[in-house]
Every structure is written in structure tokens, then in C-alpha cells.
């Protein structure tokens, strides 16, 4: 029997209730065993922070460019990474061209492009989109490259034996076929934007999210920078939860899976109806009439 549920939001809601709960008591009290709370600001300390910046402009501005640049970003890497990956694992031609060039870019961390992106584009507004759009574009690539890989030929040749032609197969098969892995891709890429887009304004960003934070930081406002850190955690819930939800929208067709405890087999006899626990039959002692 599964929870309802009302019962597993009130279950999230306390989980989150003792995780606050125990910094308060933690950073109120000094402790300093290993860890050293009392260098840390407690809740208190950060709602009042967070209350003052939600009545000043700067916040909000700094959350508007944070998300037009994620956003920006993350829709050209996923547009892009998509087609690309799809080109990648459909032709061999492409993939001889393209796939040795991005094979020794994508290890690259995207963070480590900053001084390169600096050299490259006129603004550094441009060069935090680029910062973005290059952390969210090899996740979606490499899931959708394997997930058009993993599809079964039966499908294809079943639509070129109706007629179909090269734009059929990938409207009809590939693409409907490969979307849960390229919406795994763009899950783990939006969070990997988010942690590049705050790193890339702490270095070179004028306003932001990340920016803010680093302000904060250098003039030993700690509890403003967990301002910052609350606000980034709260944005990349946001942002994931956005991206999953279209993912299940979009490929509710799947059979959905979710967890059950295990239960007892159960068997029913034909005279009764009545359910009772199942045990090891055999021919000899289970009569053909009453088993089903």
C-alpha cells in the first residue's frame, strides 16, 4: 500500500522543518566540535537578510538576469544538442567530422572556458550565455546520441515497408522514440548550467545571482551569501522540476512505473471467490478445478 499524497508532502514538509530546525539550534548554540557553527549565520540571521533583499530592486534584478541568461543558454543547448546528437548517431559522415572536435571538448570543464569566452565575444554578457549554453550542451548531446543509438530497427523498417521516407522515420520513430533519454540529458543539464552560469557571474558578471554572492562574501556578509545559496538551490529546484514535468507530459504514452512493497502471491478459488496466501503447488496437490 502506497502512501497518499498528502502524506508524502507532509513527510518532505517535516524533513525540510528538521533540517532548519537543527542549523538553528546548531549555529545558536556556538557548537564547535569539528565543524565550526559558530562562524555560520543562523536562520534567523538569513530570513531577516532574505526579507531586506525582497524589498530592495537589486534582488530582482539580479534574479532576472540569472534566469535570462540560464534560460538563453540552456534553449540553444538544447536545441542544439539535440539535432546534433540526433546527426551524430544517425550519419557516420558526421560523425567522422564532428565527433573527434567534440569528443576532445567535452571534457573540458565549461567553467574553464571563461577566459576563453572572454577573448572571444564583446560582452561579458554574451560570454556567460556562451559559458551556459556550453555546460548544458554535451549532457544533451551524449544522452541523445545513445538514446537514437538504442532504439530498436524494427520500428524503422517497419515504417519504410509503409512508404515512410527519411523525415517520416524521424518524426514518427526517432525522435518520439529516443525523448525519455533526451529529457534525462536536459535534466542533468539545466542543474550543470546553474552551477556554471553562478560561477561565470562571480568571475566576470556584472549583477546576478552568482555575482551577488560573491559581493557578499568579500565584504564578510555571510548571511547574505546564503541568500544567495538558498536562492540558487530554490531556482535549480524550480527550473529541474520545470524541465521533468514537460519531460512526463510529453512521453505520458510510457508505461509509469512507481514503487510498491512487496506482497504476498495470492491465489483465488473458483467455488468461493475467497482470496488466500499462495504456496508451492504441485500437479499432485493442486486439483485442475479450483486453481486459476
Known amino acids: 500500500m502506497t502512501r497518499r499524497p498528502l502524506a508524502r508532502y507532509a513527510l518532505r514538509t517535516l524533513s525540510l522543518a528538521a533540517a532548519l530546525s537543527l542549523w538553528q539550534l546548531l549555529t545558536s548554540l556556538n557548537v564547535d566540535l569539528w565543524l565550526r557553527f559558530s562562524q555560520f549565520p543562523t536562520v534567523a540571521d538569513v530570513a531577516r537578510t532574505f526579507a531586506d533583499r525582497l524589498s530592495g ?84 548531446l551524449v544522452s541523445t546520441r545513445h538514446a537514437v543509438r538504442a532504439l530498436t530497427p524494427v520500428w524503422e523498417e517497419a515504417v519504410r515497408t509503409m512508404g515512410g521516407g527519411r523525415w517520416r522515420i524521424l518524426g514518427s520513430v526517432v525522435l518520439p522514440g529516443a525523448l525519455p533519454g533526451i529529457f534525462g540529458g536536459l535534466s542533468v543539464g539545466i542543474g550543470v548550467s546553474w552551477i556554471c552560469v553562478i560561477s561565470a557571474e562571480m568571475i566576470s558578471g556584472q549583477y546576478g545571482v552568482g555575482y551577488r554572492t560573491w559581493q557578499d562574501y568579500t565584504v564578510v556578509n555571510y548571511a547574505g551569501v546564503l541568500v544567495g545559496m538558498v536562492t540558487i538551490g530554490v531556482l535549480g529546484w524550480v527550473t529541474s522540476t520545470a524541465v521533468e514535468l514537460l519531460g512526463r507530459r510529453l512521453t505520458r504514452w510510457l508505461p509509469r512505473t512507481s514503487y510498491v512493497p512487496a506482497a504476498r502471491p495470492v491465489r483465488r478459488v473458483r467455488d468461493t471467490g475467497a482470496a488466500v496466501p499462495a504456496k508451492p503447488t504441485t500437479k499432485e496437490d493442486a486439483p485442475h478445478d479450483q486453481l486459476v
Open 57 to 140: 530592486p537589486d534582488y530582482w534584478t539580479d534574479l532576472t538576469d540569472s534566469l535570462t541568461r540560464i534560460l538563453t543558454g540552456f534553449l540553444l543547448a538544447a536545441v542544439l544538442g539535440v539535432a546534433t546528437g540526433v546527426l551524430v548517431a544517425r550519419s557516420r559522415l558526421a560523425e567522422d567530422l564532428l565527433g573527434p572536435v567534440l569528443e576532445v571538448v567535452r571534457p573540458i570543464p565549461a567553467i574553464a572556458l571563461v577566459p576563453v569566452a572572454i577573448l572571444l565575444f564583446p560582452s561579458n554578457e554574451q560570454g556567460i550565455v556562451f559559458i551556459t549554453f556550453t555546460a548544458a550542451f554535451f549532457p544533451v
